[in-house]
Structures are given as C-alpha cells and as structure tokens.
C-alpha cells in the first residue's frame, strides 16, 4: 500500500508488506514523524523507504542505538599540579615538622627535576639519572638519596592510589647503610657535666639527657606532671619541635627510669621551677632550638670540648648502656626506637656480652626438675561453679 492519509485527522501514514530472500514476510506500520520527516506524502513515501532498509538490516524498523561515546580521557596532571594534593595527605598524616620537612623536598629537589612532566611520564630512566646525578654532581650522602627517592616513590604511589597512574614504575636501589653513632666517652661525660655545673639549670638537663636519651624536643617539651620524683621514672608523652607541642617521634608514650643523679639534678631545679615546663626560660615559656644549642656551646668551651648537639648526648646514653652490657631490647625501649635497626648501630659496643653469651654453650645441659608436674590435676565437677 503506497503512502496514505488518515481521513479522521489529516495525517499520513505508511503499511507496507516486506518480502525478505528466504521468501518470509513483516508487515510494517509507521508515520513520518517516527523518522524525522514531515507529516506529508513525500515524508510518508521516504519514511517507507527507510523502515524497509532498517528492517532488511536489522530486523527492526526501530533506528540503530546510538554508538557508545568514548569514555572521557581522564587527564594525568603534573608532578607540579599533583603536590598540593600530596601535601594535603601529608598535612593530614604527620606531624608539622614532618611536612615542613616534605614541602623542603619537593621545592628543593622533586619540583625543579620533575616538576613539569606528567605522573606517567615517570620512569626508570628518569629516576636513576636523577639519583646517579646526585651521588656524582651534587655529592649527596647515600641516606639523603635514599630519603628523596624514598619520598618521590611515596608521591607516586599515593597517586596510583587516587588513580592517575596505573603502577608505580621499577624504583632504582639506593643502599644507605647506618652509621654507627659517635658518642662520647664516660671521662668527656663527667667533664661536660662539671663545666655545666656553674651554668644551672643547664646543668640538670645535660644531665637528665644523658642519663635518659631523651631527643631534644622531648627534653624542651617535658612537664613536671610527667615526671615522678618519688618513684624514680618520668613519663615521655610530648615532643616539642619548631615551637608546636606534639607526641613523641615514635607516636608512642613511653617510660624511662631516673638514675640517682637525674632525681637529685631534677631535684635541685624542682625547687625553683617556672611553671609547668623542667625546663623552660626565665619567664616559663618554652626554649627555642638556637638557645639550647647556644647553651651547649658554651658548656664545650668551659669544658675545652668541640662542639657537640644535643642529639649527641642521646647516642651517649645509648652507647653506655651498651658497653655496659645492656640488652639491646632495652635499649631500643628506652629510646623509643620504631625500628629495630636504629637500635642495632649500638650492637658493635658490647662485644663481650656476646661472647658470653655463646661461652654459655659450653656449659653442661640445664637438668629438669625433678618435683615438678607434667599434667595439671583433673578438676571435679565443683570446679566449674567459678568459671565465670
């Protein structure tokens, strides 16, 4: 049937029987608006026209579904644009030293090599050009390569994680063995804290330092309620670093006993104390970094020493305890060490505490006693009364 107009409403129609090869039929139905053409017999012949191809094509007059758009390609950013981001994180997750420590990385050295690329842009090459580079060029200690290269991969992992990047490309191996510490010796101890003596109460805390290891901040940010005369122990549970109070490196509280000369230095400062700080300024307020290192200074001149840190003296507490023979278990819970590898630099200095230890082997069997029980006794039924 050619194209038609509906005499109730005026519009045009088509039907139409469609033969296909294998001899089967469809009839077809529609209206020219149904394929975008006009409401005439022109539109409605045209209309036909394309129902018949669709259905010879298809199987269906219903137009082909639209092809799938391609999914948006999501942009990688910059290592540039990618920081802020990191930063972020990292704001969230460490303590502000740490960060400050972070936004000095990335100016000083990620941003100026690979600022400009995009995250994938990273690879092998790129990265162990720039670590070759800083061994040769820049002449940088195998630990700070091994940290800014540890940093650059934290960045890069943290933006696999958000979905910039699909891996983390092959990283090069930086070795970066500890160094043993240096310390200094018992006679060099007593001289230091005999020049501080005149200079109280500097005196106290060079004292209580090397007596406890405490780290500098832990030693600026320590208050009197941590500290427990009577029962010959304080408590470390905050950190003071670049005038911002917070918890102990490590993240975790712990408790350090007092030797006889720490309680009567602490003693002796207890008794005009300035407020809430051990040690603190004049006016109770807490001490800033150059003032201590200054004060320490000084003591070294009295003393006819070289200059040391304070971070020296925390070596001397743990390196005295080693030669001392002192496990390094113990050590390492005095000092508030995360990683046993810090604790182990101090190993070297007590060779005779393992020596005894294997000596012990050439000594005969310990012996079972002979009295005590192999099995527990059988419980009667009565015994179940207390259980809970």
């Avoid at 001899?23 to 012949?45: N, S």
């Avoid at 460490?94 to 990385?105: D, G």
């Avoid at 690879?123 to 940290?147: G, I, L, N, S, Y």
């Avoid at 002796?268 to 040690?279: A, C, D, N, P, Q």
Wanted: net charge positive; with cysteine.
């Amino acid at each position: 049937m050619p194209a038609k107009q509906d005499k109730r409403t005026g519009h045009w129609f088509f039907r139409k029987m469609v033969t296909f090869p294998d001899g089967t039929k469809r009839r077809i139905f529609g209206v020219p608006t149904d394929y975008g053409e006009k409401d005439t017999k022109a539109g409605a012949l045209e209309a036909e026209r394309i129902a018949i191809t669709r259905i010879r094509e298809s199987g269906t007059t219903d137009p082909k579904p639209p092809a799938p758009a391609a999914p948006a390609v999501k942009e990688v950013p910059t290592v540039e644009d990618f920081a802020p981001v990191w930063l972020a994180k990292s704001k969230a997750d460490n303590k502000p030293s740490s960060v400050k420590h972070k936004i000095h990385t990335l100016n000083a050295h990620i941003l100026p090599e690979f600022g400009k690329l995009r995250l994938d842009q990273i690879d092998f090459d790129k990265v162990e050009t720039w670590r070759v580079r800083m061994h040769e060029q820049d002449e940088f200690e195998p630990a700070t390569v091994a940290r800014l290269l540890s940093e650059f991969r934290a960045l890069l992992s943290y933006a696999r994680k958000k979905g910039h990047i699909v891996a983390v490309p092959e990283w090069p191996s930086q070795p970066a063995p500890l160094g043993r510490p240096t310390f200094l010796s018992f006679e060099e101890t007593d001289r230091l804290i005999a020049a501080a003596e005149p200079m109280d109460p500097w005196k106290a805390m060079v004292i209580v330092a090397v007596r406890t290891g405490l780290r500098h901040g832990e030693l600026t940010g320590l208050r009197w309620e941590d500290v427990d005369l009577d029962g010959g122990k304080l408590s470390v549970v905050q950190n003071l670093v670049e005038g911002v109070f917070g918890t102990p490196k490590s993240g975790k509280d712990r408790e350090v006993p007092l030797s006889n000369d720490a309680i009567r230095a602490l003693r002796t400062i207890y008794k005009s104390r300035r407020g809430e700080l051990v040690f603190s300024s004049k006016t109770g307020k807490p001490l800033a970094h150059w003032v201590t290192d200054n004060a320490l200074r000084l003591i070294c001149r009295h003393a006819k020493m070289m200059p040391i840190g304070w971070h020296k003296l925390r070596h001397t507490f743990a390196s005295h305890l080693a030669i001392r023979g002192v496990s390094i278990m113990a050590i390492r819970e005095l000092l508030g060490h995360a990683n046993i590898k810090m604790t182990l630099r101090y190993a070297h200095l007590a060779p005779e505490v393992r020596r005894e230890a294997v000596l012990l082997l050439d000594e005969p069997p310990p012996t079972k006693g002979k009295d005590k029980k192999s099995k527990k006794s059988k419980r009667t039924d009565n015994d179940d009364t207390n259980e809970e």
